[in-house]
């Protein structure tokens, strides 16, 4: 199985300061015309999938603080002005309604004709309670909670209508096999929902479901994000976490990354770095191949190192058989060697469920 690349392009870069480097104006952040283009040159890169971050919190008063359009609301443009290349929103399961984050990845899913994923997060500030008018969810334990029974109440929905409920008989004026579709019935600790969706089954089933190691249990998590060369075992598949600066013309990566620092420290997320030549990423990334099944790439500055990515790396990668480019045509699920995941409500031969 080739390796596949994700790419994070929130913002202008992981690091805070990045926007000082960027080669738009700050303005220009939040235009379909900036989201098109990183979209495009990732899509022609070979990039099997971008997620895009979020956050349930405004900006702070930091002079680097990052403003951003939703998520969902920038995946679902992606979706549509892209043809192969997956599409991930992060979505926090920690006050938001299942009902509603399981509505918006099936609309995505059916507007990428396939293509969409989740990647699955809490939000520990308790400045995020306040904002949604929630109570607290106070400790790791309880978040990863909330996060198992809003990931399952997805799942579960995106089920509650079989492939074939939609039936569109113009001559009877049917639009629904009403036997087709299905409560869900779930009571939990801070929510109930009973269903079913009130969207379609999404084309892939259920959509690619990417999560950090630790936040959801394993039958839960199609893809887990790992912040080393180790994979988890226990899940389908992993892929490996890591930053990433490259050495430009005339600019080395050790040189952009002291300038910004001189603004603000670049965050030490828990995630492996890479600062140098693209060779050298390049053989590194080959040495990943060996144990992981993906790499999240996040770069330090969005329009500098996603050049050199798709000029000096991806390429070398293609050529070399490490990876792969999406095939039009094809699912997220399909293209990451996923299955097609059964209704677990669709009726079996026999008449069993």
Known sequence: MPLHLALEIDG?????????????????????QRLRSVGAIAENAGFTLVTLDDEILAPGR???????????????????????LG??????TSYAEPFHTSSQLASLDHVSAGRAGWVVADSPAPEAARAWGRPLVSGSPARRAEARDS?????????????????????????????????????????????????????QGQPVVFAPAGLLPADQVDVTLVNGADPAADTPLSFA???????????????RVAELERHTPWPDRGRPRYT???????????????????????????????????RRVTPALLRAGVT??????????????LPRPANRFATLPGGAR
């Open 12 to 32: 202008d870069g992981s690091h805070p300061a990045a926007w000082r480097r960027a080669a738009h104006p700050p303005a220009a952040l939040l235009t379909p």
């Open 62 to 84: 930091h002079p680097d603080a990052v403003g951003r359009i939703g998520a969902v609301e920038r995946a679902a443009y992606l979706a549509a002005s892209t043809s192969v």
């Open 87 to 92: 599409v991930a929103p992060v979505i926090s």
């Open 151 to 203: 990931v399952r109440v997805a799942r579960d929905l995106w089920d509650s209508w079989e492939d074939d409920a939609v039936v569109r008989d113009v001559a009877t004026s049917r639009y629904l096999d009403r036997d087709r579709l299905h409560y869900i019935d779930f009571t939990g600790d801070t929510f109930a929902v009973k269903g079913p969706a009130i969207v379609p089954r999404p084309p």
């Open 241 to 255: 976490e890591l930053e990433v600066a490259l050495d430009l013309p005339g600019a080395p990566a050790a040189e």
């Open 276 to 310: 140098g030549p693209p060779d050298g990423l390049v053989r590194r990334l080959t040495e990943l191949a060996g144990t992981v099944h993906g790499v999240r790439l996040h770069p330090l500055v969005l329009d500098e190192d996603l050049g050199e990515l798709s």
């Open 324 to 337: 792969a480019r999406p095939v039009a045509g094809t699912s997220l699920r399909a293209t990451l060697g």
